[in-house]
Structure formats: structure tokens, C-alpha cells
């Protein structure tokens, strides 16, 4: 069982900046896969950016070249640092931990990110 808090959301202006970190407990293995998905109100959950524990990251076209995200490996936790927001980019934003074998796909509860005027 792996349990997954994230903390880092809230209300920004558009331009701004939030950071986003997700900690892992539990049962953690280093062929992990862990990234952050978000969704809006009425659309599908999608990719944000997901890291491999070698650092090799990926990232949805929408936020390629203003989301960074990283990992620190000895304490389980993953940042998204994500810059020039937009309004666009309001979302729910969950924490995902994925493990192929043996097989894990955890979720956290979610943080809100809004970004208004």
C-alpha cells in the first residue's frame, strides 16, 4: 500500500507560479513511475508530467516549456514547478505513484490549483 499527500495548491494570478510536492509512504519500489495529472470541471483527467527514477521526465504538450517537475528519490517525493500559468491551467491536480511489477497505481486526493484574475 503506498498513501500519497500533496500540498503546494491555491489561487495565483495569471503569470504566476505554484509549486506543487507530493510525498510517498509505504511500500516504494525504484522502478516507480510518479507524475501529476490534472482535470477540470467537465473534461477528462489528463497528463501533466510524469518522472522515472533515473530523472527521465515527460510532459503534456500543453505545458511543455513552463512545467518542471523533479524527484527526490531518498524521500519519495515529487515537485511540479509550474510557471506562466494560465487560466487555462485551473485544474484539480493529483499525485500519481505507477509500478508495472508488481503492479501499483495510487492516487492522491488532489489539490486545487486556480488561476484568475
Known amino acids: 500500500q503506498v498513501q500519497l499527500v500533496e500540498s503546494g495548491g491555491g489561487l495565483v494570478q495569471p503569470g504566476g507560479s505554484l509549486r506543487l510536492s507530493c510525498t510517498a509512504s509505504?511500500?516504494?519500489?525504484?522502478?516507480?513511475?510518479m507524475g501529476w495529472y490534472r482535470q477540470a470541471p467537465g473534461k477528462q483527467r489528463e497528463l501533466v508530467a510524469t518522472i522515472r527514477y533515473s530523472g527521465d521526465a515527460n510532459y503534456g504538450d500543453s505545458v511543455k516549456g513552463r512545467f518542471t517537475i523533479s524527484r527526490d528519490n531518498a524521500k519519495n517525493t515529487v515537485i511540479l514547478q509550474m510557471n506562466s500559468l494560465q487560466p487555462e491551467d485551473t485544474a484539480v491536480y493529483y499525485c500519481n505513484v505507477f509500478n508495472v511489477l508488481p503492479r501499483q497505481d495510487f492516487w492522491g486526493q488532489g489539490t486545487q490549483v486556480t488561476v484568475s484574475s
Open positions: 509505504g511500500t516504494i519500489f525504484n522502478s516507480n513511475l
